[in-house]
């Protein structure tokens, strides 16, 4: 059986997700980046990061925890 993907992380800017997927994989969860910026108006749109839909609890609480991602 296939197991469907959700996501757990977006932001305007992709070296966001970069970091959001490189501290999933760490931790042992795979996860990919689904770029959804329009190609010819790049301020349009969100690059969000998908994991399984059974690791989605454990990537928000892993990258709510993350220095990279807190906000100040």
Same mark, same amino acid.
């Given at each position: 059986?296939?197991?469907?993907? %959700? @996501?757990?992380?977006?932001?305007? &800017?992709? $070296?966001?997700?970069? *970091? /959001? #997927? +490189?501290? *999933? =994989?760490?931790?042992?969860?795979? /996860?990919? $980046? !689904?770029? @959804? @910026?329009?190609?010819?108006?790049?301020?349009?749109?969100?690059?969000? !990061?998908? !994991?399984? %839909?059974?690791?989605? /609890?454990? /990537? &928000?609480? $892993? *990258?709510? =925890?993350? +220095?990279?991602? #807190? &906000?100040?």
């Amino acid at each position: 059986m296939e197991e469907s993907w %959700a @996501k757990a992380f977006q932001s305007e &800017q992709m $070296i966001q997700a970069e *970091l /959001a #997927r +490189e501290v *999933l =994989d760490q931790s042992g969860i795979a /996860a990919v $980046i !689904v770029n @959804k @910026k329009d190609s010819s108006y790049p301020i349009f749109g969100m690059c969000e !990061v998908h !994991v399984l %839909a059974s690791d989605l /609890a454990q /990537a &928000q609480t $892993i *990258l709510a =925890d993350a +220095e990279a991602f #807190r &906000q100040s």
